[in-house]
């Protein structure tokens, strides 16, 4: 990839500036894109267009390129850019601009209309519990076709004018006539002289071929609020694919998809996590203070004494933020008996005299372990809030 001379590709100068990489990527990619050449290597000379394409529009790229000979620089890129792999996964990749971008799907012999509103678009973002929790800015990179910087969206060259269509009277269709076995057929189809507008340019924008708007590297900011769910989506207005020649543009979609956390399970508004308490200490009851989900957070968890295994201590207002509000769920420590650490030899008999004391009827009568509620699932043992008043002791819902 490296070895690849970008500049030799586009066929555009060392130091030539964007407006005429631009240029000159367009017209390479409209003689090569698959739908209209079939050739067989015109695929992979597009692919190769696009490519350089993608590092010499983009400033951050092509001064690593320039300087490093390859676009990730020498410590890769920072977190903050999405990747563009995420985005094609998404579906909306190069392909699909350059589809929409040369008319693709307008054949085919229906009367569907043109459609000249930009479409919407999708992008699917990942953050993190944490970034979900306190709510943060994304800059998300992607490609869409905006309006032709050349022509201001219009589509029309200087001097030029738009006109109603000839061929098919400003109605977008034209009839065909065609002879069948089952003798004449009436077809309507897309005007192939205005491809379905019903309107022609005299003198198109040769930038982006009287479309008014050309494949483009945008970037947004994207302020994903605290509490935010998986699944749920923001709508950036305008964003998506400019209309034809200065139609609405389409909406971008952006889909929050919250990673899973190691240390908290969230469950709604609330967030589970485990909490290893010395079994000496579950005994007596203790309390452990703990990081929380946000970054000021201190939990206080209250363990009472004769704790068991598994047994969940609820702490009000330290789960995930809601959404629009100030309102928090809770966090739910799950507490995890550990063998106590570095006992003495003294600790130990003392502990051992108190057990003999207690005597072999009572060890005898204690439950048994249950080996299968380690590392269970959360899921499904969340217990409702049985105390709700202030001041009352957590944790004894088992
Ligand atoms: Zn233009
Ligand atoms: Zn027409």
Same mark, same amino acid.
Do not use: W
């Given at each position: 990839?490296?070895?690849?001379?970008?500049?030799?590709?586009?066929?555009?100068?060392?130091?030539?500036?964007?407006?005429?990489?631009?240029?000159?990527?367009?017209?390479?990619?409209?003689?090569?894109?698959?739908?209209?050449?079939?050739?067989?290597?015109?695929?992979?000379?597009?692919?190769?267009?696009?490519?350089?394409?993608?590092?010499?529009?983009?400033?951050? %790229?092509?001064?690593? @390129? &320039? $300087?490093?000979?390859?676009?990730?620089?020498? #410590? +890769?890129? /920072?977190?903050?850019?999405?990747?563009?792999?995420?985005?094609?996964?998404?579906?909306?990749?190069?392909?699909?601009?350059?589809?929409?971008?040369?008319?693709?799907?307008?054949?085919?012999?229906?009367?569907?209309?043109?459609?000249?509103?930009?479409?919407?678009?999708?992008?699917?973002?990942?953050?993190?519990?944490?970034?979900?929790?306190?709510?943060?800015? %994304?800059?998300?990179? @992607? &490609? $869409?076709?905006?309006?032709?910087?050349?022509? #201001? +969206?219009? /589509?029309?060259?200087?001097?030029?004018?738009?006109?109603?269509?000839?061929?098919?009277?400003?109605?977008?269709?034209?009839?065909?006539?065609?002879?069948?076995?089952?003798?004449?057929?009436?077809?309507?189809?897309?005007?192939?002289?205005?491809?379905?507008?019903?309107?022609?340019?005299?003198?198109?924008?040769?930038?982006?071929?009287?479309?008014?708007?050309?494949?483009?590297?945008?970037?947004?900011?994207?302020?994903?609020?605290?509490?935010?769910?998986?699944?749920?989506?923001?709508?950036?207005?305008?964003?998506?694919?400019?209309?034809?020649?200065?139609?609405?543009?389409?909406?971008?979609?952006?889909?929050?998809?919250?990673?899973?956390?190691?240390?908290?399970?969230?469950?709604?508004?609330?967030?589970?996590?485990?909490?290893?308490?010395?079994?000496?200490?579950?005994?007596?009851?203790?309390?452990?203070?703990?990081?929380?989900?946000?970054?000021?957070?201190?939990?206080?968890?209250?363990?009472?004494?004769?704790?068991?295994?598994?047994?969940?201590?609820?702490?009000?207002?330290?789960?995930?933020?809601?959404?629009?509000?100030?309102?928090?769920?809770?966090?739910?420590?799950?507490?995890?008996?550990?063998?106590?650490?570095?006992?003495?030899?003294?600790?130990?008999?003392?502990?051992?005299?108190?057990?003999?004391?207690?005597?072999?009827?009572?060890?005898?009568?204690?439950?048994?372990?249950?080996?299968?509620?380690?590392?269970?699932?959360?899921?499904?043992?969340?217990?409702?809030?049985?105390?709700?008043?202030?001041?009352?002791?957590?944790?004894?819902?088992?």
């Amino acid at each position: 990839m490296a070895s690849k001379d970008y500049y030799e590709i586009l066929g555009v100068e060392r130091d030539a500036d964007a407006k005429t990489i631009k240029r000159a990527f367009l017209k390479k990619a409209r003689v090569l894109h698959p739908d209209v050449n079939k050739e067989p290597d015109a695929e992979a000379k597009f692919k190769e267009v696009n490519e350089a394409y993608s590092v010499l529009s983009d400033e951050r %790229k092509r001064a690593n @390129y &320039d $300087r490093y000979g390859t676009a990730e620089g020498p #410590g +890769g890129f /920072g977190s903050d850019y999405v990747d563009m792999s995420d985005i094609f996964g998404g579906g909306f990749g190069i392909n699909d601009i350059f589809d929409s971008f040369f008319g693709g799907g307008q054949g085919g012999g229906t009367s569907r209309a043109a459609r000249t509103r930009g479409r919407d678009m999708g992008i699917t973002l990942r953050v993190t519990l944490e970034e979900a929790a306190a709510g943060c800015t %994304k800059t998300i990179a @992607y &490609d $869409r076709l905006a309006p032709c910087d050349d022509c #201001g +969206g219009t /589509g029309v060259a200087e001097g030029g004018h738009v006109k109603t269509c000839d061929r098919c009277h400003g109605t977008g269709r034209v009839v065909e006539v065609q002879r069948t076995i089952f003798g004449q057929m009436q077809t309507q189809t897309t005007c192939p002289a205005c491809h379905g507008s019903g309107k022609v340019v005299d003198k198109p924008c040769e930038t982006c071929e009287g479309q008014g708007r050309t494949p483009s590297r945008e970037t947004v900011d994207v302020k994903i609020p605290a509490g935010m769910h998986s699944g749920q989506s923001l709508t950036v207005k305008g964003k998506g694919e400019a209309g034809v020649r200065g139609d609405a543009s389409g909406d971008l979609v952006v889909r929050v998809e919250v990673a899973e956390s190691e240390t908290f399970q969230r469950q709604g508004d609330d967030l589970f996590c485990r909490v290893a308490v010395d079994s000496l200490q579950a005994i007596v009851g203790t309390t452990v203070r703990m990081r929380g989900i946000l970054p000021d957070d201190e939990v206080v968890v209250e363990v009472p004494a004769g704790c068991s295994y598994g047994q969940q201590v609820r702490v009000e207002r330290m789960g995930m933020p809601r959404v629009g509000t100030t309102a928090r769920g809770s966090l739910i420590a799950v507490i995890q008996v550990v063998p106590p650490k570095g006992l003495t030899a003294e600790q130990l008999d003392d502990i051992r005299k108190i057990v003999d004391a207690r005597g072999e009827k009572d060890a005898a009568g204690e439950p048994k372990a249950k080996p299968a509620q380690d590392g269970a699932d959360f899921a499904g043992t969340r217990k409702k809030p049985k105390f709700k008043g202030r001041g009352r002791r957590n944790g004894r819902s088992k």
